[in-house]
């Protein structure tokens, strides 16, 4: 029934600054840009920004794939991510770590030697 993950949805409340935030994070501009919805592709996959939501840090928290955990959470930090969980190592090489971005949303990272992209359908 499941095909995987297609899409993260983050709310947020001020659009302008969410879009500008997430756009420098990760490196390009969003595919889709309207007031009612902002879509980044993100490796296969879509980071979306949504203005009529209430940020938080509970609820599903999907987990973005890094090639560096420790570099990738000090950036979101040096970029005004507030730190929740710093990089933990969760076995088998696994790393994690939590922030709360700019808005109030829980945004995971995730290293994860042992992911493999041919498996993503």
Known sequence: M?????????????????????????GIEPYFDQPFYVGFAV???ELGLLPNATPGATGPQP???????GESF??????GAT?????????????????LD???NRFGIIENPNFKLSDVR
């Open 43 to 45: 490796g296969g996959f």
């Open 63 to 69: 987990l973005w794939g890094v090639s560096n955990a």
């Open 102 to 104: 700019p808005f109030g």
């Open 2 to 26: 499941l095909l995987g993950l297609r899409s993260a949805i983050y709310p947020a409340p001020d659009m302008t600054a969410a879009r500008n935030w997430y756009s420098t994070l990760l």
């Open 74 to 79: 000090a950036r979101l930090i040096s970029l």
């Open 83 to 99: 730190a929740l969980q710093p990089v933990t190592e969760v076995g088998e090489n696994i790393k994690v770590a939590y922030v």
